[in-house]
T-cell receptor, first 113, second 114 residues
């Protein structure tokens, strides 16, 4: 079935460094790719999204890139801060098998002060 | 504008019991999706409701069911609870069809089955 793979599962960076999380998807018909941040005790919060007709999108310190040919998309966080520490999920909206959003397994990001 | 609310926030049940969880979407949102989140399986799609009709369903047994009311509030029910049903149940609302539009998640209901 449809699948989204996310790497790495854990990422530890020093404050001020950049963090990159990568995802691949299997459904070539996928056309919407949101990223969510989940803090302890809270539900996932949308931080940025990209649609298949766009290759890159940036919002302040956060950027997402999409390579449709390779079926890859990535989240880039620059100038990381301790408050960026959380679990990040990528997701892909797939059309195959019915409209549904498939989530990656998550990346636990630690930003060390 | 108030966010997505879920009640109760925590539940403890025993095997064999049934449970009903409630979700109130953001005002004006018509689509509600439900997800199960576990450490081992991540976020798994349960079902989506739009205009009181189930539009899509994930790969869960028939013990998992849901419904949506005319005010867009939604409930999900799990019957004959099993230990493996222990999880965080999240609902997400969106303005239109959930999976083609930005979804906003609630804080979740933590269900523990003993």
């Amino acid at each position: 079935g449809e699948n989204v793979e996310q790497h790495p599962s854990t990422l530890s960076v020093q404050e001020g460094d950049s963090a990159v999380i990568k995802c691949t998807y299997s459904d070539s018909a996928s056309n919407y790719f949101p990223w969510y941040k989940q803090e302890l005790g809270k539900g996932p919060q949308l931080i940025i999204d990209i649609r298949s007709n766009v290759g890159e999108k940036k919002d302040q310190r956060i950027a997402v890139t999409l390579n449709k040919t390779a079926k890859h998309f990535s989240l880039h966080i620059t100038e990381t801060q301790p408050e960026d520490s959380a679990v990040y999920f990528c997701a892909a909206f797939g059309l195959t098998g019915g409209f549904k959003t498939i989530f990656g397994a998550g990346t636990r990001l630690f930003v060390k002060a | 504008k108030a966010g997505v609310t879920q009640t109760p926030r925590y539940l403890i049940k025993t095997r064999g019991q049934q449970v009903t969880l409630s979700c109130s979407p953001i005002s004006g949102h018509r689509s509600v999706s439900w997800y199960q989140q576990t450490p081992g399986q991540g976020l798994q799609f349960l079902f989506e409701y739009f205009s009181e009709t189930q539009r899509n369903k994930g790969n869960f047994p028939g013990r998992f069911s849901g419904r949506q009311f005319s005010n867009s509030r939604s409930e999900m029910n799990v019957s004959t609870l099993e230990l493996g049903d222990s999880a965080l149940y999240l609902c997400a609302s969106s303005l239109y069809r959930g999976n083609t539009d930005t979804q906003y998640f609630g804080p979740g209901t933590r269900l523990t089955v003993l």
